[in-house]
């Protein structure tokens, strides 16, 4: 499921991908210990072996790391060490390959990693993906979030839909709408809509939107707590996360150095 998607995005992006399984962080110094962990490397190399073997068009190269410790810091530390530019997680299954991560674990990544997140619910292709959720507020701008997302819809070939989430007493609809449109000019976004809708939580209003119009990937931006309020704070993000059954993209708003295109 994940790696089927990272392999399209990968061939999309002439990437290279880097596999990551966390291993039990045990006590490598007992040879019972030991024993237990040699036959888990083994284990995991010929899941590695038969998943390769099973894509009959692989057209990127293919990398595989396996190390004993807890996934989230893992994860972290394999981004620096590796410049990875994007991580795909499955949000399925702990054990065998389609799933890499589960529960809190996606929370924490999409909460800390430097770089863009994908966290995928279901079976998805590339091709499939049209219409992609962008939820903001009107406070300010900050362009290099912006720019990722246009980036994004270039490479899904999608719709955007701009979304403004009002909480509390109604808003005024037409306002908020002329707006979400002279945002879009001012970033001079292409092929988008704009639209304002009224929820008691953001999170529910996200979530509903993208239920409202069939979406195929809701984007968001993390780290909206360090005082840029135009977008969305990255608890909500993993809130949505967590909560919704689409394709999520998820980024931060800090600006990462330039790397060698690569996927964890």
Known sequence: MAFNFA?????????????????????STEPA??????????????????????????????????????????????????????VIMGTHGSRGWDGFF?????EKI???????VFAVKSKIAVRSVHNIVFPISLSSDQNTVIEK???????FRARLHLVRINTG?????KENLEKLTEFGEKHQLANFTVNSRNRAEVKDGIIDFAREINADMIAMATHGNRGLNHLYS????????????????TSSTA???EKNLKAV
Not at 7 to 27: G, P, R, S
Not at 150 to 155: A, E, F, G, S, V
């Open 169 to 173: 007493a109604a808003k005024n609809e």
């Open 102 to 106: 589960m529960g809190s674990n996606i």
């Open 234 to 249: 990255q608890s909500i993000a993993a809130d949505v996360v967590n909560h919704a059954n689409f394709l999520i993209w």
């Open 7 to 27: 392999l399209e995005i990968a061939e999309a992006l002439e990437a290279e991908i880097v596999i990551l399984t966390a291993l039990n962080d045990i006590n």
């Open 255 to 257: 600006k990462n150095p």
């Open 110 to 116: 999409v909460r800390t990693s430097p770089v863009p």
């Open 149 to 155: 997302v246009k980036n994004l819809q270039k490479l």
């Open 33 to 86: 210990e030991r024993e237990i962990q040699d036959s888990l490397i083994a284990e995991n190399k010929s899941k590695f072996k038969t998943l390769l073997e099973k894509q009959a068009r692989l057209h990127v190269p293919v990398r595989h790391i396996l190390r004993p410790g807890k996934i989230t810091p893992l994860v972290l530390d394999i981004i620096e060490e590796e410049k990875i530019d994007v």
